[in-house]
């Protein structure tokens, strides 16, 4: 069964404390894994799509990293503005899509 | 502007009486979903469309229906709602239908009582 998993579920930093966010993932042929940012009384906001294990993307404080099995969103000296959920998910062989429950992460200053 | 948009944003409705919640694209995107948003649940795809007249189930389709007649639409209907119903619900497009990100539209917040 395909399945997402995120790790932990909350997270609280101190502004400039970097850390790391973890998406664990079974799938039947991954088309891609996903990133997304989730504000309060928002819809998700695109962040990254990696296809490959071994493959990388940063943008600004933030890097995403994938292995065969998981995910990890690096996050380099967050500021509060970093504060959000974020969301991991999968889409499969069948194009069917399937999302962790998230890492709700604080900055506070 | 390129978005997603779903009406209505807020619907508060009684148990079995029908509804529709709308969605529409306006960048020809092939890939339409419906998901749902629960605490603790995360997002679930209800059902996808990748193309006119080509929709299928996701993980959670029980009590919905959709249909795709015109490329920039992609309306979910509930026949009889029930209070299990009551959820965040987010419409989404895709360029393409595999390894595209989703636009997200900005959500209905549905209470059934």
Redesign the interface.
């Known amino acids: 069964e395909d399945q997402v998993t995120q790790s932990p579920e909350a997270l609280r930093l101190q502004e400039g404390e970097s850390s790391s966010l973890n998406c664990s993932y079974t799938v039947s042929g991954l088309r891609g894994l996903f990133w997304y940012r989730q504000d309060p009384g928002k819809g998700p906001e695109f962040l990254f799509t990696l296809y490959s294990a071994g493959e990388e993307k940063e943008k600004e404080r933030l890097k995403a990293t994938l292995t065969k099995k998981e995910s990890f969103l690096h996050i380099t000296a967050p500021k509060p503005e970093d504060s959000a959920t974020y969301l991991c998910a999968v889409q499969n062989n069948f194009n069917k899509f399937y999302f962790g429950s998230g890492t709700k992460l604080n900055v506070k200053p | 502007e390129a978005q997603?948009t779903q009406n209505p944003r807020y619907l508060i409705t009684v148990t079995g009486k029908k509804l529709t919640v709308t969605c529409s694209q306006n960048m020809n995107h092939e890939?339409m979903?419906w998901?749902r948003q629960d605490p603790?649940?995360?997002?679930?795809?209800i059902y996808?469309s990748?193309n006119v007249e080509v929709t299928?189930k996701?993980?959670v389709p029980e009590g919905y229906k959709v249909s795709r007649k015109e490329k920039r639409n992609f309306p979910l209907i509930l026949e009889s709602p029930s209070p299990n119903q009551t959820s965040l619900y987010?419409c989404?497009s895709s360029l393409m239908?595999?390894?595209?990100?989703?636009?997200?539209?900005?959500?209905t917040r549905l209470t059934v009582l």
């Open positions: 997603v890939y979903s998901y603790g649940l995360g997002l679930r795809q996808y990748m299928d996701g993980d987010f989404a239908t595999s390894g595209n990100e989703q636009f997200f539209g900005p959500g």
